[in-house]
């Protein structure tokens, strides 16, 4: 090996060195990768512009056959029942608007609240001094290790006992006060913080509270920016508890309505284009939150990221 | 700008309640002892971690403790719980249905965790030879941001027997069509393959940036002493991404266990003859179809008790809290 014997550079540049024939199998398979990622995702915009009869007749057409954005129409209830039908709708409605509402209602308050209050907590637990402060942070993370599963069936005959089911209250309480994993998440990166500039504040009389509102959660900004991502993306995919607690159209998020929209169109012949833009529709929002934060979220899942 | 993130975020150790509990022993003992400057703390303190208390206290702790003595009553919801002993897990022990769905959990957990790590981890290790593209990065994790309804409605538009476009690919290709989530042998791979695809990307970029923390020299030695690449991958990357692959499996198995939209959705009712009728679903059923809730708080308690079972396990198998690298 020749080429071993000149000093390596530090950026390793090994990968002249191999044969090709490993690079381009890699190259073909990660390339296949992205496909099988994306695919879905052209496909569900191609059917979602077709029409419901000429994708009978032509199913494997590449683009959108008979286009029409007919299928978006229905969805957010602005089609009249004989044009959906005519469509080839199948007059199963689904009025998306409202679900869209009840979704940014339930992920953007429950994150706000989650965050702001593991923020403090995580404040607490970073820079103040007092008797048991460890303690009640081991005890906060055994939360970690509780399968959401075990207290849903409980915390739903606990929100009925309060009255709460069919409320965005019931729907958001649970989620919006504590979470294990933003306190630690936050805790640590406050530590990683130098105290100077607080001991400084707090020398020139500033109080607590100040130094919390006005340095330290302005410093803590880039992780309280990744956590609030994580989590409003985290709430407005979630399936599970919204479909114990809510039954009305008045709070259903979008994942619930969607699934309602699938069970209420026929086994036999489904609105597929109308689905598919609904479908859409629900994943839109985080598609455009991707496309602002995507550098920030794919470089936030290190190993903090894991939930 | 935005990819300037700090060190410290991108990684801390993972979040273990012991990686935890020693770096609250270092903070205490760096720590100047109580001075004047922190004398009224413990109020502001106490008022601080209040809102998070409460919610521990009464959206996690209380529901634990609720969910365990439930699991030994007979509860229907409007009439108060009725404390039966052990009858609840006596039923379950004779329950065929339940051990039916135990072993369809496993069966999808096992594929799911087979499956997704191994291309997790292949996209993970190619993504880091070729390219640090964030853009690819990014396009991988796509199927991360979208709920899991939304996965299991595309896919099963993309399945469908007649008008699906991968029918129809295999039509071309073999000259039959499959039934895919609708039959009974398929139906648990089918929705394990959907959870990959939902699952992986994220699982790859977790490992990705394990991958980066081995230091570089370490594969160029190997590389001086001649080591190929098979070799290097099994003696120095998987022992030095060790500890964050269990992480991952972990991560991975607790949530398959947990899946419960993808499955209801992809195949409503549990599927055809109840093939795949997981855990969560059939929890789900006894709760809120039969009001069963009791009954269904027992079968929780399992899952629980499995979950222990299996990640207590893995931890001692894989010594995931254990690194090569120092």
Not at chain 1, 270 to 289: E, I
Not at chain 2, 182 to 205: E, F, H, Q, R
Not at chain 2, 257 to 286: C, E, H, M, R
Request: net charge positive.
């Amino acid at each position: 090996m020749a080429i071993a014997l000149t000093p390596a550079p530090r950026t390793p540049r090994t990968a002249r060195r191999r044969p090709p024939v490993g690079r381009i199998l890699a190259w073909t398979y990660l390339v296949g990768v992205l496909f099988i990622t994306v695919f879905p995702f052209y496909w569900v915009l191609r059917t979602a512009l077709s029409n419901n009869f000429s994708l009978d007749i032509h199913p494997s057409s590449i683009l959108p056959t008979g286009f029409t954005w007919g299928g978006f129409e229905r969805v957010l209830g602005i089609s009249s029942q004989a044009e959906a039908l005519a469509q080839g709708g199948s007059g199963a409605s689904v009025d998306l608007a409202v679900y869209l509402r009840n979704s940014l209602i339930y992920a953007s308050v429950l994150t706000v609240c989650v965050v702001l209050c593991s923020a403090m907590a995580a404040y607490a637990f970073a820079r103040l001094h007092w008797r048991g402060r460890n303690l009640v942070f081991s005890i906060f993370l055994c939360a970690l290790m509780i399968p959401g599963i075990l207290t849903l069936l409980p915390n739903f005959v606990f929100i009925k006992d309060l009255g709460l089911i069919n409320s965005f209250a019931g729907l958001i309480l649970p989620g919006a006060l504590f979470s294990a994993f933003d306190i630690f998440f936050l805790r640590q990166f406050m530590m990683s913080l130098s105290t100077e500039i607080e001991e400084a504040a707090i020398l020139d009389g500033a109080g607590r509270l100040t130094v919390l509102f006005r340095i330290v959660l302005p410093m803590t900004a880039v992780p309280i920016t990744t956590l609030t991502l994580l989590t409003f993306i985290n709430t407005w995919n979630d399936y599970f508890w919204p479909l114990l607690v809510a039954n009305n159209q008045q709070v259903e998020p979008l994942t619930l309505g969607l699934a309602l929209f699938k069970q209420a169109s026929p086994e036999t012949a489904p609105d597929w284009s109308g689905l598919m833009a609904a479908t859409l529709v629900a994943a839109l929002p985080m598609l455009v939150l991707f496309m602002i934060f995507g550098r920030r979220i794919v470089n936030s899942i290190g190993f903090s990221g894991l939930r | 700008m935005a990819s300037t993130i700090p060190r410290t975020e991108a990684a801390p150790a993972a979040p273990t309640a012991r990686a935890a509990r020693r770096s609250a022993r270092s903070v205490s003992s760096r720590s100047v002892s109580h001075s004047p400057v922190h004398r009224g703390d413990w109020r502001l303190a106490w008022l601080l971690i209040a809102p998070a208390a409460v919610g521990f206290a009464i959206f996690a702790v209380y529901p634990l403790l609720r969910g365990f003595y439930l699991s030994f009553t007979t509860f229907h919801v409007l009439s108060p719980a009725q404390w039966t002993g052990l009858a609840n897990y006596r039923e379950l022990i004779h329950d065929g249905t339940f051990w039916s769905s135990v072993e369809v959990t496993l069966y999808f957990v096992g594929m799911s965790v087979g499956i997704g790590i191994f291309f997790a981890l292949l996209t993970a290790v190619v993504m880091h030879r070729l390219t640090r593209s964030t853009v690819i990065r990014g396009l991988v994790l796509l199927p991360f941001l979208i709920s899991g309804v939304v996965a299991a409605l595309v896919w099963s538009w993309m399945l469908q027997s007649q008008l699906g476009i991968i029918n129809i690919w295999l039509q071309d290709l073999t000259g039959h069509n499959f039934l895919f989530l609708g039959s009974t042998g398929w139906a648990i791979p089918t929705v394990a393959l959907i959870n990959v695809w939902k699952s992986m990307g994220y699982n790859a970029v977790l490992l990705f940036a394990g991958l980066q923390m081995i230091p570089t020299d370490v594969y160029e030695a190997a590389r001086l002493d001649g080591a190929g690449e098979v070799r290097i991958f099994r003696r120095i990357t998987i022992p030095l991404l060790r500890p964050v692959l269990a992480m991952v499996v972990i991560l991975t198995i607790i949530s398959s266990f947990q899946v419960f939209d993808i499955v209801q959705v992809a195949t409503p009712d549990g599927g055809t003859a109840n093939s795949s009728n997981v855990l969560p679903l059939y929890i789900y059923q006894k709760a809120f179809a039969q009001f069963d809730f009791g009954y269904a708080s027992t079968m929780s308690v399992a899952l629980f008790v499995m979950l222990l079972a299996i990640t207590f396990l893995q931890m001692r198998l894989t010594r995931a809290g254990e690194s090569d690298l120092n």
